[in-house]
């Protein structure tokens, strides 16, 4: 027969009360925690977008009532995106989903594939929002349709299911909009004394921005999808931006750049760096303003403004 130890019992009181007292912090503590973040998440919408300048342009608007994101980031190429487990959690917890629509971002299609999201999903390319410039779903490189396209949207979409925050979604807009037009005018000018404007890009991004500032596209080194041109391909581009005093490549950073710097000592150009998509974490190209100055200044230096 085994015999347990005999413990007295004010030991065992106070083994007890150690016991409470431990068991009490320990509430306190997940207590004092997980208050703030319910009731901040409970404050703010929930608005999950494809790209980042997508969620710049949802928290403009949005400010304090929504709490935007995004899905791919930094020197993720929008074409390469591959989900995360987070983002799988953040998708299933949005109250909104935006994306361009299309085949830029028509993955965020196949990723609900057979789920049910409690979001409302809007694509902006199939909310009344036409492709143009040769269909080039790079759309939001465009001030303009930023603000009289993409806007209307998104205070449709962020009313519908925050009714009572509707009449600030809307004020918000008409401040954004004036934004948005002082953006296309700064653009122009950072760009009214360019000596060319023919430009010579990596990757196909840049249409809307040109046509929206009266640019044109030499060609471009890769046509996407990872596709080196073929020899002839190549042999032409080197002609064409010869033979159009191209003095700089632009590059982004989404990109393996080194197929650009060899056609670039070819020609005898310059890299330049732009970027169609930003960073929401960066101060230069975090904001959607910022984002689209840093490009038109980049676009300055490749047409001959400034030294590249």
């Not at 027969?1 to 431990?22: D, G, Q, Y």
């Not at 995106?81 to 299609?109: K, N, Q, T």
């Not at 789920?115 to 779903?137: C, Y």
């Not at 975090?286 to 200044?297: D, E, I, K």
Request: include cysteine; glycine fraction near 10%.
């Amino acid at each position: 027969m085994v015999m347990e130890p005999v413990i007295p019992t004010s030991a065992k009181l106070r083994s007890v009360s150690r016991l409470a007292r431990v068991c009490t912090w320990l509430v306190g503590l997940a207590v004092a925690f997980a208050a703030p973040v319910q009731s901040a998440s409970a404050a703010k919408l929930s608005v999950v977008t494809t790209i980042a300048p997508l969620a710049m342009l949802v928290q403009d608007l949005g400010g304090d009532h929504v709490e935007a994101s995004s899905l791919v980031t930094g020197a993720t190429s929008v074409h390469a995106y591959e989900p995360a487990p987070s983002d799988l959690m953040r998708i299933a917890g949005a109250d909104l989903l935006v994306s361009i629509g299309g085949e830029l971002d028509g993955w965020l299609d196949k990723l609900l594939v057979g789920k049910k999201p409690a979001a409302v999903v809007v694509h902006l390319l199939d909310d009344g929002v036409a492709a143009s410039a040769s269909e080039d779903p790079h759309v939001w490189l465009d001030p303009v349709w930023g603000r009289d396209r993409a806007l209307p949207s998104l205070v449709r979409a962020l009313s519908a299911i925050d009714k009572p925050g509707a009449p600030q979604y809307e004020a918000s807009a008409r401040r954004v909009a004036d934004g948005l037009t002082n953006l296309e005018e700064d653009i122009r000018a950072i760009l009214a004394d360019a000596p060319a404007r023919g430009f010579l890009a990596f990757h196909p991004a840049w249409s809307w921005f040109g046509a929206r500032f009266d640019l044109h596209p030499v060609g471009v080194v890769e046509e996407g999808g990872g596709t080196e041109p073929g020899a002839g391909a190549l042999a032409a581009l080197l002609d064409a931006a010869r033979a159009s005093g191209i003095r700089a490549i632009l590059i982004e950073p989404q990109m393996d750049p080194r197929l650009a710097r060899t056609v670039a000592s070819e020609i005898g150009a310059a890299v330049v760096l732009v970027d169609p998509l930003g960073d929401l974490g960066s101060v230069d190209r975090g904001s959607y303003r910022n984002l689209m100055l840093f490009n038109a200044h980049g676009f300055a230096r490749a047409l001959g403004s400034v030294r590249p």
